[in-house]
C-alpha cells in the first residue's frame, strides 16, 4: 500500500523554536507539497517541491522553508515558530508522470503542531 | 484554476445514495474535476476525477453534465465510514499539480 508517513502526529513548541517537520514518500513519487489546514480556511498551499532539490513558493510560504535533499524526503522549516503557525500540517507526494492522474495527491495523516 | 460551489452540510441516510453536488460554471475546456476526502484527523483522500465522460471507480461515480458547467459525486450505498468533508476541485494538468481546496461539504451518513 502506497504511503506518505509524516514524523509526527503531535508536536509541541515554544515560540521562537525552530521546528521541523519531515515527510517521507514511499511511491518514488516526483513532486511533494506542503499545506496547511485550519478551521474555516481549509487546506493551504504553503511550498511543494517538484524534484530534488527543486521548490516552489505555494500561496502561504511566509515564515517557512523547506528542503529536499533526497527524493523521497521533505521538510519543512519553521525558522522562528509563531503562535500563529500553530496548525495542521499535511504533507502530500503526487506522480509527474501519472497524465490525467497527476492530480492524485497521496496525504499523510497530518501534523498537529502547537507553538505555544 | 476555476471556482467551485459546494453546499456546506449535507445528510443521508445509511445504504442510501448519497448525492454531492458541485458547480464550477466557469470551468475551461482543459480543466478536470476532482474529487477528494477528508474523514475526521486524517489526510485528504483522492475519490475520482474526469474530463467530461462520466466516471466510475470502486470508490464512488462522477456525472458531469453536458456543458461541463457542474457535476456529481454518487456514493451509491453510503455507510457510515463515508461521514467526511467532500471537495471538489477543478484543476489543469500540471507536471506538479497543486490543488486549491475550498470548503467542502461536509456529508453526515445517519444510521
Known amino acids: 500500500d502506497v504511503k506518505v508517513t509524516q514524523s509526527s502526529r503531535y508536536l509541541v513548541k515554544r515560540t521562537g523554536e525552530k521546528v521541523f517537520l519531515e515527510c517521507v514518500q514511499d511511491?518514488?513519487?516526483?513532486?511533494m507539497f506542503w499545506y496547511r489546514q485550519d478551521p474555516g480556511l481549509g487546506l493551504r498551499l504553503i511550498y511543494f517541491s517538484y524534484d530534488v532539490k527543486m521548490k516552489e513558493k505555494g500561496d502561504i510560504p511566509e515564515g517557512y522553508s523547506v528542503s529536499r535533499e533526497k527524493k523521497e524526503r521533505f521538510s519543512l522549516i519553521l525558522e522562528s515558530a509563531s503562535t500563529n503557525q500553530t496548525s495542521m500540517y499535511l504533507c502530500?507526494?503526487?506522480?509527474?508522470?501519472?497524465?490525467?492522474?497527476?492530480?492524485?495527491?497521496?496525504f499523510g495523516s497530518g501534523t498537529q503542531l502547537s507553538v505555544l | 484554476d476555476a471556482k467551485t460551489t459546494q453546499p456546506p452540510s449535507m445528510d443521508c441516510a445509511e445504504g442510501r445514495a448519497a448525492n454531492l453536488p458541485c458547480n464550477h460554471s466557469t470551468i475551461s475546456g482543459n480543466e478536470y474535476v476532482y474529487w477528494y476526502r477528508q474523514i475526521h484527523s486524517q489526510g485528504p483522500q483522492y475519490i475520482i476525477h474526469g474530463l467530461k465522460n462520466n466516471e466510475t471507480n470502486e470508490m464512488a461515480s462522477l456525472i458531469i453534465t453536458e456543458d461541463r458547467k457542474s457535476s456529481t459525486l454518487i456514493l451509491p450505498h453510503a455507510t457510515l465510514r463515508d461521514t467526511a468533508v467532500y471537495y471538489c476541485i477543478v484543476s489543469f494538468i500540471q507536471g506538479a499539480q497543486k490543488l486549491v481546496f475550498g470548503q467542502g461539504t461536509r456529508l453526515t451518513i445517519n444510521p
Open positions: 511511491m518514488d513519487h516526483e513532486n
Open positions: 502530500a507526494s503526487s506522480s509527474a508522470n501519472g497524465g490525467t492522474g497527476r492530480g492524485k495527491l497521496f
